[in-house]
């Protein structure tokens, strides 16, 4: 830098004499061209008075406009009145011209003259490239004039020298001097400021000399060496390797010092990155001959800090140990090696800020400041200190609503959060402001502006608030465009959706319609975007979605009293066709069970929202005590009668044959053998608005059910069902559900209830960490039966552990009891488990590996707790 300064100085100080400008500045006043025999008049008539004022700026003139833009060019005008508009607008010189068509090429003709004398000097260029005439042809002519008026000499040879491995030629592009100019020192300047900016260059040194025949200008140029070898002296924090890798310089480059202190910053960085920010980075150069250089870069490591203290300056209101609770980056800690606490992030500590200022605002300090955060860096530790102004505390004053309400005031005030609040916080008034913004939007006004107007009284520290509402206009969807369905048909998509062509605008049946989407499961994500329509009160709306396979191969593996080891897969396809309809093949196969299901559904019959199914199955069981072969099907139609929930009737049919009964199974067992048929039809009411299928976060799922079986054959019951869980987001990300459901049975007269029609509980899907089955009932004689009636409650928190790939921990809280008819339901005296597992959203489907533990088993159930492995839906 300082040769660059001493160069320039040098440079102006050898040229001085009998180049520099004249004292006063000579002005040019430069009239509109004329454009003959050629289109496009008005847009050539600019650009070439526009480079020619460009080009005889640069060459120090003082450029002046006409009044009026009118060609002179096209000699109509006089020289008089030329002279007479170049005398009015006070200018030296007076230049006007015009452009035309001579053998197909673009000829200039450009006059000068001073305004006194009214005796022209005439210029000429002519080329038949178009982008030549605008820019060299101006150019060229520019420089006529300024040797000509300001009797500068012309530059007859320009001299590269110096240069070893920059070629002549790359130096001379850089550089705007050349033969034929004239010569100009700002010009000189310019060219140097280019060279040094190659980077390529120690040293530039400009001379010219007077000729016959001009200026001789000559460069000369000292390169900068190239680096030959990188030395990288570090510890043992970061390897040689990884810092080499983050290197922006190699062997072989130019030695650019601007590059080196930024590869010094890099190294920096990676060190501090890992807390090491006492790091010293430094370096050697080692000159060598044929103008090279061996690089070396010395690092210093220093010791991994972290904060050691956070104070807080200027807070009366509010405890230090307070506003620590209240920002994210902590002091270290006894087990900062496991916490991070005390980790330095100079991004988290500008959160902290906003954080703070945040919850000053949000307690009624509506003057606080925050100041940055000073970091102090001592040795191995660092201290952070916060400077607060606090203000003064004010309450809610008066709260009103104006402007364009569209329901009761009253009404629209019962909304206000901040009302209630006893003093002034700005996240209450930001959540009244969505309420109202949601409450316009659902009546068709998209983009309503809510205004807070805040008024304090410095006096009684009270806050006035006034929220100001201008509705806008009333919104309708013009189109709904859907992209990204390459396998979804459009129809799937739009009937789930609330919203419509040419319907007005809401904003609640927006989400409600991109919640139905994820619903669905056939997409990774729904992307909404809303464009303006062909007018204001018009929108378009894009939907864009991204698919995922939904065609799933599940397994599953487990234990069980009954089958010891068993296992299930089945092979299902939740959008068949991009149509939307599911279709499903499962197999059941252990020790003592052998079952076949298949089953479809089309979700929207007849092209309303009637949902139809149909089951066909092959059931074979070896149960202790008989064996059950049943064969049978069902038929099932849903149709949605409120928000979230629909109504479902089914008919079922079941042919099944008991035989192989023990000669010690009970006497209900017995009186099953040889053939039993059921017919029954049962109706079901289910509401579910979750959010996911699968690791909901929020929403509820309830069910209630009735079946009566005996329309036909020997099998007659009456079995009602009910069902509910609630997801409750808990804190953060955790969520907490809950989970009850109970069940009662009784035998039709002159009919007969088989005991797999009867209440088990115990498995992954019940009660967990009991067997399969292992909770039942007893009959008079001491064997084990199914229940009439059951009870059953589940408690679990849900913890992401990796939110994006759909890894979830669980721990559970399990409970349940089986009863037989004769016997009262006591809630006091269920069988208990405790437990906990992971969830994952695999690419094979919802996966399951979970261990129960029992509390205080009861007799015969065993002790202890198992693990339970399946892919499928949760209760």
Request: net charge negative.
């Amino acid at each position: 830098m300082i040769r660059f300064i001493c160069t320039v100085i040098g440079l102006i100080i050898g040229m001085t004499p009998g180049f520099l400008y004249a004292a006063e500045v000579p002005s040019v006043l430069i009239l509109p061209f004329g454009i003959q025999a050629t289109p496009e008049q008005p847009q050539l008539q600019k650009q070439i008075t526009e480079m020619m004022e460009a080009h005889l700026k640069f060459q120090g003139f003082e450029i002046l406009k006409p009044e009026k833009e009118e060609a002179f060019g096209t000699g109509v005008a006089t020289l008089d009145s030329m002279g007479q508009a170049g005398e009015k607008a006070g200018a030296d010189y007076v230049l006007w011209g015009n452009v035309g068509l001579v053998e197909k090429a673009l000829s200039i003709e450009a006059k000068i003259m001073s305004t006194g004398t009214r005796n022209p000097s005439s210029f000429h260029f002519q080329s038949k490239d178009e982008e030549n005439v605008l820019y060299e042809g101006t150019r060229q002519i520019a420089v006529e004039i300024t040797a000509k008026l300001l009797n500068k000499a012309r530059i007859a040879d320009v001299k590269i020298s110096g240069n070893v491995r920059i070629e002549a030629e790359v130096i001379k592009r850089q550089i705007k001097t050349a033969p034929g100019d004239v010569f100009s020192e700002k010009q000189i300047s310019e060219d140097l400021k280019s060279l040094y900016a190659m980077g390529y260059f120690d040293d530039v040194r400009i001379s010219a000399e007077d000729t016959a025949k001009g200026k001789a200008v000559s460069f000369q140029i000292k390169e900068k060496p190239t680096i030959r070898n990188i030395v990288i002296k570090a510890g043992k924090v970061i390897n040689e390797e990884k810092i080499r890798e983050n290197l922006t310089i190699s062997t072989g480059a130019i030695l650019n010092i601007f590059k080196l202190q930024s590869n010094v910053k890099i190294i920096e960085t990676l060190y501090k990155d890992k807390k090491y920010y006492n790091v010293k980075v430094t370096y050697e150069i080692k000159e060598l001959e044929n103008n090279q250089a061996d690089l070396t870069f010395l690092i210093e490591e220093g010791e991994k800090i972290r904060i050691k203290k956070i104070t807080f300056e200027g807070n009366s209101a509010y405890p230090d140990k307070l506003l620590k609770k209240t920002i994210k980056t902590s002091e270290k800690g006894w087990f900062s090696w496991i916490t991070s606490s005390g980790e330095y992030n100079i991004e988290q500590l500008n959160q902290d800020t906003e954080i703070l200022s945040d919850y000053y605002l949000n307690h009624g300090y509506i003057e606080s400041r925050i100041g940055d955060p000073v970091v102090k860096f001592e040795k191995d530790k660092i201290f952070v200190t916060f400077k607060i102004h606090e203000g003064k505390q004010f309450a809610v004053g008066g709260v009103d609503i104006e402007g364009d309400l569209i329901k009761p005031r009253e009404e629209m005030m019962e909304k206000l959060k901040i009302k209630n609040e006893k003093f002034f916080s700005r996240k209450k008034v930001q959540e009244d402001i969505l309420a109202m913004t949601d409450i316009y939007s659902d009546e068709g006004y998209a983009f309503p502006e809510i205004l807070p107007m805040i008024k304090p009284d410095h006096e009684k520290l009270t806050v006035d608030i006034t929220f100001n509402i201008d509705k806008g206009k009333e919104v309708y969807f013009q189109k709904i465009n859907i992209t990204g369905n390459t396998r979804t048909r459009d129809k799937v998509i739009r009937r789930e959706l609330k919203v419509t062509e040419q319907g007005k605008y809401s904003g609640k049946l927006l989400k409600r319609s991109v919640r139905n989407l994820h619903r669905l499961d056939y997409f990774e994500d729904v992307k909404v975007e809303r464009s303006k329509g062909s007018d204001d009160s018009k929108m378009d709306l894009d939907l864009q979605v991204v698919e995922k396979s939904t065609g799933m191969i599940s397994f599953g593996a487990g234990y069980s009293s009954v089958e010891n080891l068993y296992g299930m897969v089945s092979l299902t396809e939740k959008n068949l066709f991009g149509r939307g309809q599911t279709a499903e093949i499962k197999a059941e196969l252990g020790g003592v069970t052998t079952k076949f299901d298949v089953s479809f559904t089309e979700p929207w019959l007849f092209d309303i929202p009637l949902s139809a199914g149909v089951n066909l199955y092959n059931w074979k069981v070896q149960y202790d005590d008989y064996d059950k072969d049943g064969k049978g099907g069902s038929l099932s139609f849903g149709y949605p009668v409120f928000d979230y929930t629909r109504i479902y009737v089914s008919y079922a049919y079941d042919e099944s044959v008991i035989n192989n009964i023990s000669y010690f199974a009970s006497k209900e067992i017995k009186n099953l053998a040889g053939n039993n048929v059921t017919s029954s039809v049962s109706t079901a009411l289910r509401y579910d608005s979750r959010d996911k299928t699968f690791n909901a976060t929020e929403g509820a799922k309830h069910s209630l059910s009735a079946e009566y079986a005996g329309l036909g054959g020997n099998i007659g019951f009456i079995k009602y069902l009910a069902e509910t869980g609630w997801y409750y987001p808990f804190y953060k990300e955790l969520v907490l559900f809950f989970h009850g459901k109970t069940g009662f049975i009784h035998e039709n007269a002159g009919k007969t209830l088989p005991d797999y029609e009867k209440f088990y509980l115990g498995g992954i899907n019940s009660i967990r960490g009991f067997g399969w089955q292992g909770i039942h009932s007893l009959d008079n004689e001491g064997y084990s039966v199914g229940g009439d009636k059951f009870v059953q409650g589940n408690i679990e928190l849900n913890l992401p552990i990796i939110k994006g790939a759909g890894l979830m921990a669980v721990l559970f809280f399990d409970t349940g009891e089986v009863y037989k008819r004769t016997e009262s339901i006591d809630l006091s005296d269920l069988s208990e488990s405790v437990g906990g597992g992971f969830r994952w959203y695999s690419p094979m489907g919802p996966m399951r590996i979970e261990y129960g533990y029992i509390l205080d088993p009861k007799e015969g159930q065993g002790s202890g707790g198992k693990w339970e492995f399946s892919v499928g839906g949760v209760f």
